[in-house]
């Protein structure tokens, strides 16, 4: 099929669909003029009922826990799913880091990278573990922290190599984190069954609203997915780190101009 | 001017899926389909808007005040989620096709361009 053939083709079909999901969507509501009764109830309830002030991250880790649960299972396998497509292949071997792709010369990083790179960790870090420990009062939480937190790493990559990234969180490290994150978070869940009457039922006492130990479960829910994410978040960037710069095939390509490492 | 927002989220499907169908490059591919995926975000977000309202959180405006739905924030971070986990496998398989093919052109991995794969 040529490319005009192509184009018109899907020209039309894209008109067609456009329209569907104008059609579709012209049945919503107005634009700001939505009438959710069960988000405007938990509005009202959310506060003094699980002592939160963040009335989203009430209904992530609490009213509706079990989705998170889901919701944190798909990164999980996700991030399984990553670490096996990018496995070390046969005839591949793993070498010394060093980037080495076709054409590209890499600069020695300056001072100026290397400085404020290193500079930026901590500030990352306490930025990550203080939206993952005030997610239930302000927006944030275990997702939004742990992806900060994973950055941290990046940083010690981005200014110093690749090796001492791989020693500041070695691969026992990531693991050990992404694992107890997980688990963590499905013991909570487990607990709302032991200690309460219901998978992932808020069974710790709620404190007062606004202070920083409240709302019960939900910041212990918030630091399980914090360590998930950052370890999960960790592991897949290390491993599309590893394709660029220590996987390296022994046979040369038949074909295809990309230069193989020797 | 109330459909405004979805008319955003609809042409945000319409350029994610061209950019999708003309790529030229798996990685350019994959960032379409997150491109086309936050009209998603959009939708959602635009459905639970309240006029003059609000966010969802109590911290400091007091309890009572009108705030827009947190059920459909609440669903856009799972939405945000899993757009990150299929952009991350995506660009994985890219980097295996890269492999296998010598190239990230959509148009020219045919399976009898493999080369000889060793594992």
């Given at each position: 099929?040529?490319?005009?053939?192509?184009?018109?083709?899907?020209?039309?079909?894209?008109?067609?669909?456009?329209?569907?999901?104008?059609?579709?969507?012209?049945?919503?509501?107005?634009?700001?003029?939505?009438?959710?009764?069960?988000?405007?109830?938990?509005?009202?309830?959310?506060?003094p009922e699980r002592s939160t002030t963040d009335v989203v991250t009430a209904v992530n880790f609490d009213y509706r826990g079990f989705d998170t649960l889901g919701e944190e299972f798909i990164l999980f396998a996700a991030v399984i799913g990553v670490a096996s497509i990018l496995r070390t292949l046969r005839g591949e071997r793993i070498r010394r880091p060093?980037?080495?792709?076709?054409?590209?010369?890499?600069?020695?990083?300056?001072?100026?990278?290397?400085?404020?790179?290193?500079?930026?960790?901590a500030p990352t870090i306490l930025v990550g573990i203080y939206i993952v420990a005030h997610g239930h009062q302000t927006p944030g939480g275990g997702f939004q922290g742990g992806v900060i937190l994973a950055t941290a790493l990046l940083l010690i990559y981005l200014s110093a190599d690749y090796m001492t990234m791989r020693a500041v969180g070695p691969t026992w490290l990531i693991e050990l984190a992404e694992g107890l994150g997980a688990a963590g978070f499905a013991l909570i869940g487990v607990g709302g069954l032991v200690f309460g009457s219901a998978?992932?039922?808020?069974?710790?006492?709620?404190?007062?609203?606004?202070?920083?130990?409240?709302?019960?479960?939900?910041?212990?829910?918030?630091?399980?997915?914090?360590?998930?994410?950052?370890?999960?978040?960790v592991f897949m960037l290390s491993e599309f780190l590893q394709q660029a710069l220590t996987h390296r095939r022994v046979h040369h390509h038949r074909r295809g101009g990309a230069r193989r490492a020797s | 001017m109330s459909f405004l927002p979805y008319a955003v989220a609809v042409w945000i499907v319409g350029v994610g899926l061209y950019g999708i169908v003309t790529s030229r490059d798996l990685v350019h591919l994959v960032i379409c389909l997150s491109v086309m995926q936050s009209a998603s975000y959009l939708v959602l977000l635009s459905i639970g808007y309240v006029k003059d309202a609000s966010a969802p959180v109590f911290a400091d405006v007091p309890l009572g005040t009108r705030a827009v739905d947190p059920v459909v924030q609440a669903l856009?971070?799972?939405?945000?989620?899993?757009?990150?986990?299929?952009?991350?496998?995506?660009?994985?398989?890219?980097?295996?096709?890269?492999?296998?093919?010598?190239?990230?052109?959509?148009?020219?991995?045919r399976p009898g361009r493999a080369t000889r794969r060793h594992g």
């Open positions: 099929m040529s490319d005009r053939v192509r184009l018109t083709v899907f020209g039309v079909s894209l008109a067609g669909l456009l329209a569907l999901l104008v059609w579709g969507l012209a049945g919503l509501p107005d634009f700001g003029d939505f009438q959710g009764a069960y988000g405007q109830l938990l509005n009202r309830v959310a506060v060093d980037d080495d792709a076709a054409g590209r010369h890499v600069p020695e990083t300056s001072l100026l990278v290397r400085v404020t790179g290193l500079g930026l960790v998978f992932f039922e808020n069974f710790l006492g709620k404190g007062t609203p606004g202070e920083l130990p409240s709302a019960g479960t939900i910041p212990l829910s918030n630091t399980a997915v914090g360590l998930a994410v950052t370890g999960g978040f | 856009t971070l799972t939405d945000v989620v899993v757009g990150t986990t299929v952009t991350a496998l995506l660009l994985a398989l890219s980097v295996q096709a890269h492999k296998r093919y010598g190239t990230l052109d959509p148009r020219r991995l």
